[in-house]
């Protein structure tokens, strides 16, 4: 019987063409990366189940890929439970191993810490177009600062790479975890069941403030708490960041500290007085993002040219400690890699620097002394700076120069046993 040639169900394979752009992107990712002061780390993509499970990844936790005990601890005979079979799993994010990372190395690390991790993550989700279940991901951390610079500089490192990836006019969108939670104490809610709140108000832009209503209505919020809390949304539309957050705070009153309020401010502010990137800061009190680890300050890039958001990330100050006992400041903003590489290859980007490219097509045959000609000539090039291909000369000269111009080879050039005058 063969073997089988196709990827496992929801895997895939990368072509050179795509392999060559994720490069290119990763290139210009870690250098900018670098300049604004982080470094690269990697941690295992295997993690003890006990951490995956620690509740702090959301509705990834049902998604785990769980590897069976090996050796003598795996006994499929006196195996009763799940744990008897299993005791860790493929990572499904960055953020539970930088973590687990951050606090088995806490004493080797400077203060505050600035980690760049890239790696495959994976999840047991059901495969559709654009969703895998191995996929790239590319968070940049900040642990040990407490203050908002924190914020800043993820926000403009992250515009920055993306800026310099080609992508202009898009939005940051942030918000508050804190100013979410006043809002709906200011309406009434109780404190457990603000996640449910929360939950419904983030399918606001796709059913809309009425929408919301109703579903909070039919799940059995009282119709005068749902109407305190929306129209606070009301009074803040169509009002520009600083005005809106004034706007919603005046409202809510003692319900929200001032340092919330300020940090949003602040963020805004100093992100827009130092971009470089061609985007716009938006405040936007809808803005949830589904993680429940997070404890100040959410983010999220949004791309509506393209349909969607391509990244986010947040304030999670509450998440080392569950590792060291006692709470360090962190925060992450997070680059939808997989998302972005696709936007480009729908566009045609072209790689800077493809045009240096250059085919030495070698007639069969040729060897000896005239081989050694074109293989100096070849290095010649390279030394240039060029990027060298050398092939045989194919019976269908044709089709092979088509399929190399195809790859972005624009120079081709033919040697022969005798050069042609």
């Avoid at 003598?72 to 499904?92: C, F, H, M, V, W």
Wanted: charged letters at 30%; one cysteine or more; glycine letters at 8%.
């Amino acid at each position: 019987m063969a073997l089988i040639k196709k990827p496992v169900t929801g895997m895939r394979d990368i072509l050179p063409s795509e392999m060559q752009l994720r490069d290119y992107c990763i290139g210009v990712i870690k250098k900018t990366y670098a300049e604004f002061g982080f470094t690269s780390i990697e941690t295992p993509v295997v993690e003890s189940l006990a951490n995956l499970n620690s509740k702090q990844g959301g509705e990834n936790e049902k998604l785990i890929f769980k590897v069976m005990k090996r050796g003598e601890k795996l006994n499929l005979e006196t195996a009763k439970e799940e744990n008897d079979l299993t005791d860790s799993g493929l990572r499904y994010d960055l953020t539970v191993p930088l973590v687990r990372f951050y606090a088995n190395h806490a004493n080797e690390l400077p203060s505050p810490f600035k980690a760049l991790q890239m790696g495959n993550v994976f999840r047991a989700d059901r495969p559709q177009k654009g969703r895998y279940r191995q996929f790239m991901q590319c968070d940049i951390d900040i642990l040990g600062e407490p203050s908002n610079l924190a914020e800043i500089e993820l926000i403009l490192a992250t515009t920055t790479t993306l800026g310099r990836l080609g992508f202009k006019d898009f939005k940051i969108r942030i918000n508050d975890r804190r100013m979410l939670k006043a809002m709906a104490a200011y309406s009434g809610f109780a404190e457990e069941e603000y996640d449910n709140v929360f939950i419904t108000l983030d399918k606001m832009d796709k059913i809309g403030i009425d929408g919301v209503a109703e579903e909070l209505v039919k799940q059995g919020y009282p119709q005068e708490n749902v109407d305190k809390y929306l129209e606070l949304f009301r009074e803040a539309e169509g009002k520009k960041n600083l005005e809106a957050i004034k706007v919603i705070a005046d409202k809510i009153g003692d319900f929200l500290d001032e340092d919330t309020k300020n940090n949003l401010n602040e963020i805004i502010s100093s992100v827009d007085a130092s971009k470089t990137a061609q985007f716009e800061m938006e405040f936007d009190p809808t803005l949830v993002r589904g993680m429940s680890y997070y404890t100040g300050t959410i983010f999220e890039i949004a791309m509506t040219q393209y349909g969607g958001s391509c990244g986010g990330g947040g304030r999670y100050d509450k998440m080392v400690g569950k590792f060291l006992g006692q709470d360090t400041p962190a925060c992450g903003f997070s680059i939808g890699f997989e998302r972005i590489i696709m936007i480009m290859m729908d566009e045609g980007f072209k790689i800077p620097g493809e045009n240096d490219k250059v085919a030495f097509l070698i007639e069969k045959g040729i060897k000896g002394e005239r081989l050694t000609e074109i293989i100096a000539e070849a290095q010649k090039e390279r030394a240039a700076g060029k990027k060298v291909l050398t092939v045989r000369m194919a019976k269908n000269k044709k089709f092979q120069k088509q399929q190399l111009s195809e790859e972005g080879y624009e120079d081709i050039r033919d040697f022969y046993e005798k050069p042609l005058n």
